[in-house]
């Protein structure tokens, strides 16, 4: 109990923190990417360290706005649907496994909260959840662009649910097994003696179509249309201060937690490649021992980088398009994604039984 | 009160109202919508929000005080509406103006014209997703405006071209100056044209949305690019040139089909050809060096009043700083009242002095003959026309303007009919309306 509870506050205060940096990292790199500078002026006793002080002077003005409820909403429901959408984000980082294990004293601890046997479906579901958050606040703020934001939430996301769930199909075929430990365990193997037995080398398809999926599902440019500032103005129109901080949160949170599902189901999760439990093994030949900490270390700071890696790739995408339009992207999901997860399902099954 | 569209509404649809305060409703306009699902059954557009009587103001100003009025009409271009004006005054009064300052306005149209387009496009970019896009676009109109601001010595309300001229020269580094813009310019482009030409998601939003056939935007008075948009060759810098025009290259791109496509497409374009235009006019404007014969500081120049010498000649150039100009820079008409002064020689001489006054006193300045005259130019969106009467005092007697956005503008609830309403801010977007011109 003490063990999952301390194993829980660990991963969500990882998973919150970069959430909040996430932030950082999406402003910086936009400006980058748009010849600006960026957020640099939040300062501490002077120190302005490239703004990283930004995420935080940010946290402390939501949290100081003043909390406003429109008079013609619903009080109750209103307050709720912001926590709805951020609680059932922040739970699913309790499956994702970020290293194998660790040894203290003999004692083995799993560096993940919990191992369920239906992790995926147990991810997919809360992720599909989530989505209440964004109708409860599109309806019940009782303004008619925001009950526009929420209903085209939830068009988007049983157009593109489908797709998610599909093009994970193709995976639990190859890794036969719902549970992230076990995918992860079966991407450590090698093929054809050297590389590495990742999701994107057996499901490249799957991945593409993954990718697309659940960037739609993390609502932001090309797909942001629940938001879409320019036309409807978005759902959470009628939020301010904490509650509208939580959604951008939640939006982050999306971000995270789809390039942990990335790692975790293509690209090896926490493998490092070639690295065992003893250390590397080269498949060229020559071995580079080393000891259970250091490899756990390894383990753990290989699955942050690709973890990173996937939302720059996330962010670069959402700074780069325009936005879809609303039939587009009902038609790109039913017409499009859908056909092509089901034809990566058929073609895995038939290469697999050669 | 009900407004037609609330009669008009079967019940079952969700009306909505799309202003006056919506992000993308840049300038102010209302826009009611008929939804049915998100698609639009009926609209009625609602204008005026920015109405301030431009043309009745006028008509209380002399013809030389109204001029800073122009700057507020189009304020992308306000350079553009100062020349439509001050050529509209010049054909009544039958000035001529130094070839130099026609340059000089020539290079300054193109430059709003593409400072115009920039900020259309961006925003058309913006509202349908690409802000980096829209921030390339900014950046290229920085740029160009850091240009008009060292020229002019205002980056909006510039009231830069004068009745019979120029109010200044270009300053000494304009050369180096435009051709920096002017590379950031192209380089935005050739980034944008990356980003988007080929973009599908880019090309499945304005292909096919909002078509406007030729019949139908000839019928409704479109002009600019919205109308060479649809295929139909007209610019008045091709039709009526005017300035140093004829003498100039380029072509008029046109676009096929009339969409929103199209219109992104042939501002692209434009810009192009006002971009080898600005080129061409920098390469071919006549020099004007003003000879510099030694210099007076101010102080000096008081000193020396003081001591009473008659003979010393004590010139002061107009910002007062001291530069002494012998001779004028060739911007300014020779034709006697219907430009300021020298304020060096309002400074120096009596005759100066009294010319100042005269020229500024109510009821003489510039008085042209009684008469009707309509002049129009290429502005940012459109042929951008003046109509002033004139009834022989220092007064307009009626000035109307035929602003481009208004025709335009007046045709987008058909344009935007049966289309989704995320296509209605595109398509507003594309039509490039600026509240201060349509509403004046």
């Known amino acids: 109990m003490i063990e999952a509870l301390i194993k829980f506050l660990c991963a969500i205060v990882w998973f919150l923190l970069l959430s909040l940096y996430l932030t950082w990292a999406e402003r910086k790199e936009s400006a980058v990417m748009q010849d600006r500078v960026g957020a640099n002026r939040a300062n501490f006793f002077g120190f302005r360290i490239l703004g990283l002080f930004q995420p935080l002077a940010d946290a402390i003005k939501m949290m100081t706005k003043e909390d406003f409820t429109p008079a013609f909403s619903k009080r109750f429901l209103h307050n709720l649907a912001p926590f709805l959408s951020f609680f059932f984000v922040a739970v699913t980082i309790s499956t994702i496994p970020f290293g194998s294990h660790l040894m203290i004293g003999g004692k083995e601890f799993r560096l993940q909260v919990i191992d369920l046997n239906v992790g995926i479906l147990f991810v997919l579901a809360l992720l599909a959840l989530s989505i209440y958050g964004v109708i409860l606040s599109g309806w019940v703020s009782n303004n008619r662009w925001t009950l526009l934001g929420g209903l085209r939430g939830s068009a988007q996301l049983i157009s593109y649910e489908v797709a998610l769930g599909l093009s994970l199909i193709g995976i639990i075929m ?169 034809f990566n399902i058929a073609a895995t099954a038939v290469l697999m039984s050669l | 009160m009900t407004t037609r569209i609330q009669k008009e509404a079967r019940k079952e649809s969700l009306l909505i109202n799309m202003g006056p305060s919506h992000p993308a409703m840049h300038g102010t306009i209302r826009i009611m919508l008929e939804l049915d699902g998100e698609k639009v059954r009926n609209s009625e557009v609602e204008v005026g ?211 929103n496509y199209d219109r992104y497409m042939v501002r692209m374009k434009e810009m192009e050809q006002s971009l080898r235009i600005v080129e061409q006019c920098v390469e071919k404007i006549p020099e004007s060096v003003p000879e510099v014969k030694g210099k007076i500081e101010p102080a000096e120049a008081i ?94 007697y009626r000035l109307h303007l035929r602003g481009p956005c208004f025709h335009i503008v007046s045709a987008l609830e058909e344009m935007i009919k049966g289309h989704y309403i995320a296509d209605v801010i595109p398509t507003f977007g594309s039509t490039n309306m600026i509240g201060g011109e349509l509403d004046r």
């Open chain 2, 303 to 396: 000193k020396a009043s003081r001591a009473r010498k008659p003979d010393a000649k004590i010139k002061l150039s107009p910002n007062l700083k001291g530069s002494e100009k012998e001779k004028y820079p060739s911007i300014l008409t020779d034709s006697k009242g219907v430009k300021v002064p020298p304020k060096e020689d309002t400074y120096t001489g009596i005759e100066g002095l009294i010319n100042h006054f005269k020229f500024f006193m109510r009821g003489h300045g510039i008085r042209p003959p009684k008469g009707e005259v309509y002049f129009s130019v290429e502005g940012g969106s459109g042929e951008l026309g003046y109509y002033i009467v004139s009834d022989g005092t220092d007064q307009p």
């Open chain 1, 174 to 342: 190859v890794f036969p097994s719902l549970k992230f430990s076990e995918i992860v365990g079966f991407q450590s193997e090698l093929l054809f003696g050297w590389l590495p037995k990742w999701g994107v080398f057996l499901q490249p398809l799957g991945l593409i179509i993954f990718l697309m999926a659940a960037m739609a599902e993390s609502e932001r440019v090309p797909f942001d249309l629940p938001e879409g500032e320019s036309e409807i103005v978005g759902f959470f129109t009628e939020y301010g201060g904490l509650k509208y901080g939580l959604y951008m949160f939640t939006d982050f949170m999306k971000v995270l937690i789809i390039a942990c599902l990335l790692t975790t189901l293509f690209f090896g999760g926490y493998h490092v490649p070639w690295l065992y439990a003893d250390g590397f093994h080269f498949p060229w030949g020559g071995d580079w021992l080393l000891p259970h900490g250091i490899v756990v270390l390894f383990q753990v700071i290989m699955f942050n980088l690709k973890v990173f890696f996937f939302c720059w790739l996330q962010i670069l995408i959402r700074w780069t398009y325009p936005r879809f339009r609303y039939d587009q992207l009902m038609d790109f999901g039913w017409k499009f994604l859908i056909p092509l997860s089901l």
């Open chain 2, 49 to 259: 929000y920015l109405h301030r009587g431009f043309e009745k103001t006028c008509e209380n100003k002399t013809y030389f005080n109204l001029l800073p009025y122009t700057d507020r009409l189009n304020y992308v271009s306000p350079l553009i509406n100062n020349v439509g004006y001050v050529m509209t005054i010049e054909k009544l009064m039958d000035i001529k103006v130094p070839e130099r300052a026609q340059y000089i306005r020539v290079i300054m149209s193109e430059l709003s014209r593409i400072s115009d387009h920039l900020t259309a496009l961006a925003a058309m970019t913006m509202e349908c997703g690409a802000f980096t896009v829209f921030l390339y676009y900014i950046k290229a109109r920085e740029e160009i405006w850091n240009v008009i601001e060292k020229t002019t010595g205002a980056r909006m309300t510039t009231s830069y071209i004068r009745i019979g001229g120029v109010r200044t020269d270009l300053h000494p580094d304009f050369k180096t100056d435009v051709a920096k813009a002017m590379k950031v310019t192209r380089d935005v482009l050739r980034d944008v044209k990356g980003l988007l030409d080929k973009n599908k998601i880019w090309i499945d939003r304005t292909r096919g949305v909002a078509v406007v056939s030729p019949d139908m935007a000839i019928n409704y008075g479109f002009t600019g690019p919205c109308l060479r948009a649809s295929g139909v060759k007209y610019d008045v810098r091709k039709a009526h040139p005017y300035l140093v025009y004829d003498r100039l290259d380029f072509i008029v791109p046109l676009g096929e089909k009339g969409d």
